[in-house]
């Protein structure tokens, strides 16, 4: 297996007048040896999840027929990257794949929209072995196979604490925030009892959702656009209901609309996104890949390399986000161009001295 992985240390440059946040590249690994259905994961990368060191790489099925998507793991990213051998693959229809990744410790959560009901919509696994801890199919957690897996995230519980803490789901169709014991993947408020987190009116094509660690407030994607549903106990949101806020435009036909939350150091709280209303070809990654303050307002990104700004290749609109608060770091998956990004967020006294740094490009072959 071959990859090639470009190491890069990156420049930021401060302004303190200024309400940008630079995200300053520090790796590029090529995805490309890993997006098949025969040994990898898919036929392109849909999913991430990241832990300031390695990462999980999971994967769509548009190769036309029924194919296998799965999970692997990117080792060392940052150093001396290495893949390593793939999990928890299913059988996918064409145009469908793994939604989602969320990874707390050595737990790692897997949500998968098949196009129907399935026990596979919500899986949880070790993530240095690989190996299957429950299923929602399981009979002890429910046997609830009537459900899609459109976006999984470990639930810190109101305030970050209380009784809702688990590996929390959206499904199209369905208006609550689901919520499994992270030990059993048993439903902690029943398979029909979690929080209701409609928008008003009605609208339940869900793709993603994330939450602030702090107060357990829970953001979403609804049909491209961002939701935002704040907490108010274990198992309540205030309202009952989700507003939408960013004012990005409502695609009902469109997938892969994800989120991640930052709670970073020197940024603040900030929602990544990607807005995509169409599928097609050529959109800029800067102009797709937005972030927002938790209440809507719009904030500008600066993409850094060597302290120039640095665009990644066009693509079709479809990211996913994994932030690691404890290395203030952002992974970005990239569908079109089967490629893995990693972000550093400088400290504003830090980012000028990025500028001298070097690039050095390791080749590994496996």
Do not use: C, K
């Not at 435009?249 to 995509?276: K, M």
């Amino acid at each position: 297996m071959n990859s090639t992985v470009a190491i890069l240390a990156v420049a930021g440059i401060a302004g303190a007048a200024s309400a940008q946040v630079q995200l300053d590249l520090r790796a590029v690994v090529d995805l490309s040896s890993i997006s098949n259905v025969n040994t990898g994961i898919g036929t392109n990368p849909s999913a991430v999840a990241w832990n300031g060191t390695d990462a999980w790489v999971a994967g769509y099925n548009s190769s036309g027929a029924t194919n296998s998507t799965a999970v692997v793991r990117v080792s060392n990213v940052l150093s001396a990257p290495a893949f390593g051998a793939r999990f928890g693959a299913f059988a996918t229809t064409n145009n469908r794949g793994i939604t989602s990744l969320a990874i707390q410790g050595d737990r790692l959560a897997v949500g998968l929209d098949n196009g129907a009901g399935s026990g596979d919509s919500v899986r949880q696994f070790s993530a240095s072995a690989g190996t299957l801890n429950w299923r929602i199919g399981d009979p002890a957690a429910g046997n609830d196979s009537t459900r899609r897996g459109n976006g999984v995230a470990f639930d810190p519980g109101f305030n970050g604490g209380g009784t809702n803490q688990g590996v929390a789901y959206l499904s199209i169709g369905g208006g609550r925030r689901h919520l499994l014991n992270t030990t059993t993947g048993q439903y902690i408020n029943g398979q029909n009892a979690g929080a209701i987190i409609n928008f008003a009116p009605t609208a339940t094509t869900w793709r993603d959702l994330a939450f602030d660690p702090a107060t357990g407030d829970l953001y979403t994607r609804e049909a491209n656009r961002i939701g935002r549903a704040v907490r108010s106990g274990d198992n309540a949101f205030t309202g009952s209901a989700s507003t939408a806020i960013g004012g990005l435009t409502a695609v009902t036909t469109v997938d892969s609309q994800n989120i991640a939350f930052v709670n970073s150091s020197t940024a603040g709280n900030l929602l990544i996104v990607n807005d995509r209303t169409v599928v097609n070809p050529g959109q800029a990654f800067g102009t797709v890949v937005r972030a927002f303050t938790t209440t809507g307002t719009s904030v500008p990104l600066q993409f850094l390399l060597n302290g120039s700004a640095w665009s990644a290749p066009t693509g079709n609109g479809a990211y996913d986000f994994s932030y690691d608060a404890a290395t203030n770091s952002l992974a970005v998956v990239d569908f079109a161009n089967r490629n893995l990004y990693v972000f550093q967020i400088p400290t504003p006294g830090a980012a000028a001295l990025l500028g001298l740094g070097s690039l050095a490009a390791f080749r590994r072959r496996r």
